[in-house]
């Protein structure tokens, strides 16, 4: 089947957080606003999901789900097909989303007032969780080198807190794109095991790699490791599923994952949403020619956005993206002050776009674009920000 990414999908009024909640999260309230915020696709999913629910919706039942062995084995199975990753299926643990997978390794393995190291500028959601559970989240910002981003090591072993308990590690980096090379991963594997911290890598953008780059499973490089390791990840990035809030936490340790199970039982997390296992798992069975077809073309709109943002916002700069689909726009070459560019973004442009302080320390000159949307979208949002950015050239 060839999947046309091209079409225009009437997302508005469909309680879209991307398209609905633009006016509420960001301020953008143009009736013709393009939302590039939240990391969503605008794309129609693989054929096979959508028979997989139909056939769901034609039972006319919509019951408790159960049997989530068939769902660790297909997760297991796109692990070992697309990244060499051999796992057994009873390392991993349904979560609903990467997100509550992070939430409950916070509450599992750390304690209200204790440290969890962050590399900034990172997903914001780390941040979110981390304070929501009480703890302390300590910012180590990164350098850029060569376009891509580099943690600190040396630097963070003497400002390292005492009662650290934990790295949040985003692999690939979002927002950066960076995707970590293997010595990288295993340094700081290595920093983990001699600090004694636990070490949660948030995998979920694992498939969305492009061409010249190749994601590197935090276990299979550093197998050392494995005995402090939570790894999530699942279809849902990949696949355009997140409403379907339904990720997987991978944990080879036996005690650690009996910990990380007795708090999700505790949380009321280990029963889960029928169409969103049933949607993911279709996807982790039959999704490869989706994705297959998917890349080529993100990777021609991530080339569009980042040669147009170049030439139509004189001294902006897109770090070249080695994944993901979110362009990270630095401002600082521009001149403007942050209220000036983000004005010029929300107001004149009228794109919805994620501000790059809400990363941390390191975002503060630099705003967050999601590409992943029809071509002629993308073609939009550059004419609009050349329009914008017009007078400063």
Not at 112 to 119: C, H, L, M, Q
Not at 223 to 238: F, M, N, Q, S, Y
Not at 247 to 265: C, D, P, Q, S, T
């Amino acid at each position: 089947m060839i999947y046309d990414f091209d079409k225009l999908i009437e997302r508005r009024g469909t309680h879209s957080t991307k398209w609905d909640a633009m006016a509420e999260r960001v301020g953008v309230t143009a009736e013709d606003a393009i939302p590039m915020w939240v990391a969503e696709m605008d794309f129609e999913g693989p054929q096979e999901v959508r028979e997989a629910l139909a056939a769901e919706v034609e039972r006319l039942t919509f019951g408790y789900y159960t049997g989530d062995i068939t769902w660790r084995q297909a997760m297991s199975d796109w692990l070992d097909r697309h990244h060499g990753w051999q796992i057994d299926p009873d390392w991993v643990t349904p979560t609903p989303g990467v997100c509550s997978g992070l939430a409950l390794a916070i509450q599992a393995f750390s304690d209200e007032g204790d440290t969890i190291v962050v590399f900034s500028p990172v997903y914001h959601a780390f941040y979110t969780y981390i304070d929501a559970n009480d703890r302390q989240a300590f910012s180590h910002q990164m350098s850029e080198e060569n376009g891509r981003y580099r943690m600190d090591l040396d630097r963070l072993e003497e400002t390292l807190p005492d009662n650290a308990k934990m790295v949040f590690f985003c692999s690939p980096h979002n927002p950066g794109g960076t995707v970590w090379h293997p010595e990288e991963i295993r340094a700081l594997c290595g920093f983990c095991e001699r600090h004694d911290l636990i070490l949660v890598a948030d995998e979920i953008h694992h498939d969305l790699v492009y061409p010249g780059n190749q994601h590197h499973v935090t276990q299979m490089v550093a197998p050392g490791i494995t005995d402090r390791l939570i790894t999530c990840a699942g279809a849902t990035k990949t696949f355009n599923l997140a409403g379907a809030h339904v990720g997987g936490a991978v944990i080879a340790n036996e005690k650690l994952r009996r910990k990380f199970r007795k708090m999700a039982k505790r949380s009321g997390l280990l029963s889960y949403s029928l169409p969103g296992m049933v949607a993911t798992e279709a996807a982790q069975r039959h999704g490869d020619e989706w994705l297959s077809q998917l890349l080529p073309y993100l990777e021609k709109n991530r080339d569009l956005f980042e040669a147009g943002i170049q030439k139509a916002i004189p001294g902006a700069r897109a770090m070249h993206l080695e994944a993901t689909y979110l362009s990270w726009v630095d401002f600082s070459g521009t001149g403007l002050k942050r209220e000036d560019f983000m004005s010029r973004v929300g107001g004149r442009a009228r794109i919805a776009a994620s501000p790059g302080p809400v990363f941390g320390p390191g975002g503060e000159t630099f705003v967050r674009f999601n590409f992943a949307t029809p071509r002629s979208r993308v073609e939009e949002a550059v004419a609009r920000l050349g329009e914008a950015f017009a007078d400063i050239g």
